[in-house]
């Protein structure tokens, strides 16, 4: 196979223009994006409390 193959990847997940917003629980810090997209560790900058301290803004 040649290596000038223009590899073209059509990506194929839906595009969300809506953008989540997760806040923090303890301390009120606002994330912007997808929470889901974050490791496991990921923890608030704030206060470093882990994820399930943050709460889907409706
Ligand atoms: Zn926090």
């Given at each position: 196979?040649?290596?000038?193959?223009?590899?073209?990847?059509?990506?194929?997940?839906?595009?969300?223009?809506?953008?989540?917003?997760?806040?923090?629980?303890?301390?009120?810090?606002?994330?912007?994006?997808?929470?889901?997209?974050?490791?496991?560790?990921?923890?608030?900058?704030m206060c470093r409390k882990g994820?399930?301290?943050?709460?889907?803004?409706?």
């Amino acid at each position: 196979m040649s290596t000038s193959d223009s590899n073209q990847q059509s990506a194929s997940k839906p595009e969300e223009p809506v953008v989540k917003e997760y806040v923090c629980k303890i301390c009120g810090y606002v994330y912007v994006g997808n929470l889901d997209d974050e490791p496991d560790d990921y923890v608030c900058p704030m206060c470093r409390k882990g994820k399930e301290y943050f709460e889907e803004k409706v």
